[in-house]
């Protein structure tokens, strides 16, 4: 699958087994397979890999049409022919994460161990033990440099991760609408839709997996979730106080407005393509995520990173505010990193970086092009 | 992109800059609009080359030119910096829109080894001639703004940047003073539209 990709090409999945991988926790999983999709071509020298990271409830494919779903991937619109990432010009891989459920090892595989579904005896992960993972994907394609580590939300979490992780292997970093470290009211969040879960007496301490799934509260999480990533103003475009196939209200609790049949319709959509496992797992590794670790300051644990840095943080984004950004940013500065930042006009929320990406787009390409012209 | 700066752009000031910044150093650009000098500069100059601007709109530009902007006020956007972080920072044609010059000025000269400061010379003949006979705020080709339109909020000539640059305790180690696209060699706070100011600490 290392064909040049044309618009609307089929792409498929692959897997990987590495025999094991030391987590930050402590323990061991072995053995960890990686779910991963690639367009465009390596170049001879393997300067021009770019490795695209997704979001929570993101998967590997990120680019052309799912052979598997007949799905776009959910950066369709940056990754293609002529696009930001283009895939004329680069070659660019995505995995699933760590403790995914779409193909890369997660609580719903199978322990080799007992030969039962990992459930809650799954090790908690880490931002880091996903990069950790995907550097060794990396090396498997025995990619010395990546040109590029980019991704939005948790995905611009990983970049940041592999800026500081291992800053010989990246050349440049695109953080978009993300943090250097999850703040307490993202913790919040993320506890609401763990808590949601967790109460469905279909959760049944985490072990159901060949019986009926926690979908009630599975819904319920990805419900709040989805209000965090839009806005205020999309919201008010979107559904304002509309009533859903009805003139007057039922003075019931089934569906009135608009706002609530799109809830319950992305929840109940939510549920057939993802585990509820993986939620708790993946939102507690972000809840981890903090950057400044054991270095005392952001600052001083960006010393280590060396590209370019391109932060990208949208107006009406309340979920991961550009303050968040712009202390990022301010931090690379005080360590005189190359660090360009703006912050996008949008109304879309934390939803803008998936959908609102005409500017990022101009960005993005202008940005890879000076670095690629530079290094070759 | 090669060439001469003046013929990239059009810009006196850009080609006096293009012609101070030694090759393959570090230029922080303040107010680099749309990063047009700065691109200059990294194709010429082999320079990396950095800029702070206010406009999202302007920064988004120049970011798609590949350099490195990022979007901030300049009043504020110095300070993260460390000591010298840069061979030069520039301001061009911007120390009379910030609210408080003389900051900047000290910021500069702390965050680069050497500022380079162009501005329009509120001295020019024209300028004072706009003034004597219209007996209203000047407008010329230079200031060609309404009072209470106009992003220039502090005035300033030839000679009263020279008396700062001495109060700070600045080395001017070179001064470049131009009309258009020619330079001036006479009275240059009288006949220099725009000036151009190589400075270091002392």
């Known amino acids: 699958m290392m064909g040049v990709l044309p618009p609307g090409m089929i792409v498929e999945a692959n897997t990987v087994r590495f025999d094991s991988l030391a987590l930050d926790n402590g323990a061991t999983l072995a053995p960890v397979d990686v779910a991963y999709e690639t367009y465009g071509a390596l170049n001879a020298a393997k300067t021009n890999a770019i490795l695209v990271l997704h979001a929570f409830s993101g998967d590997a494919h990120a680019a052309g049409i799912s052979h598997e779903t007949g799905k776009p991937g959910w950066w369709d619109n940056m990754i293609g022919p002529g696009k930001a990432f283009d895939t004329d010009l680069y070659f660019v891989i995505c995995s699933n994460v760590l403790g995914g459920c779409r193909g890369t090892t997660g609580p719903s595989s199978v322990n080799p161990a007992t030969g039962c579904p990992y459930a809650m005896t799954f090790p908690v992960i880490t931002i880091g033990d996903m990069v950790r993972l995907q550097k060794m994907l990396i090396d498997f394609f025995g990619i010395p440099r990546l040109l590029a580590v980019a991704g939005g939300s948790m995905g611009g979490m990983q970049a940041l991760e592999w800026a500081v992780a291992y800053p010989d292997r990246v050349v440049t970093a695109l953080p978009i609408a993300t943090t250097a470290r999850h703040s307490a009211q993202q913790i919040a969040f993320n506890e609401v839709g763990r808590q949601a879960i967790m109460a469905d007496p279909d959760w049944n301490g985490g072990d159901y997996y060949g019986k009926q799934p926690p979908a009630r509260g599975l819904a319920v999480a990805r419900m709040v979730g989805h209000i965090t990533y839009m806005s205020d103003e999309s919201m008010r475009e979107k559904f304002g106080r509309r009533l859903r196939g009805k003139e007057t209200f039922s003075f019931g609790f089934d569906v009135d407005f608009e706002v609530e049949s799109y809830l319950r319709y992305r929840g109940s959509q939510f549920v057939t393509r993802f585990d509820a496992n993986s939620y708790l797992y993946i939102s507690k590794a972000m809840d981890y995520f903090d950057l400044t670790g054991r270095n005392g300051t952001l600052a001083a644990a960006l010393e280590r990173s060396q590209g370019r840095f391109l932060v990208i943080s949208f107006t009406s984004d309340w979920l991961y505010p550009s303050y968040q950004s712009q202390e990022l940013v301010r931090a690379l500065r005080s360590r005189n990193r190359d660090v360009a930042y703006v912050e996008l006009e949008s109304n879309y929320g934390h939803d803008a970086f998936l959908v609102d990406v005409a500017e990022q787009t101009d960005m993005v390409r202008g940005f890879l092009a000076a670095t690629f012209e530079k290094l070759s | ?202």
């Open chain 2, 1 to 202: 992109m090669k060439g001469l700066v003046r013929e990239v752009y059009g810009r006196s000031d850009y080609a006096i800059i293009g012609e101070i910044v030694e090759p393959d150093t570090k230029v922080l650009d303040l107010g680099c609009g749309e990063g047009e000098l700065l691109e200059w500069l990294a194709v010429n100059k082999g320079v990396d080359a950095r800029g702070v601007e206010i406009s999202g709109a302007r920064v988004r530009r120049a970011i798609a030119r590949g350099v490195s902007v990022f979007q901030s006020d300049i009043d504020e956007g110095l300070a993260d910096y460390p000591d010298l972080a840069f061979d030069y920072v520039v301001l061009s044609q911007t120390l009379q829109e910030t609210r408080d010059p003389r900051k900047v000025l000290r910021e500069m000269l702390r965050v680069g080894r050497r500022g380079i400061v162009a501005f329009p010379n509120f001295g020019h003949w024209r300028v004072r001639m706009s003034m004597l006979v219209s007996g209203r705020a000047p407008r010329t080709a230079l200031f060609p703004y309404e009072w209470y339109e106009s992003p220039n909020i502090h005035f300033l000539t030839v000679h009263d940047f020279e008396a700062l640059a001495h109060v700070e305790g600045l080395v001017v180690e070179r001064r470049y003073f131009l009309a258009g696209h020619r330079k001036v060699a006479l009275l240059p706070n009288l006949l220099a539209e725009v000036a151009v100011f190589l400075l270091r600490r002392s």
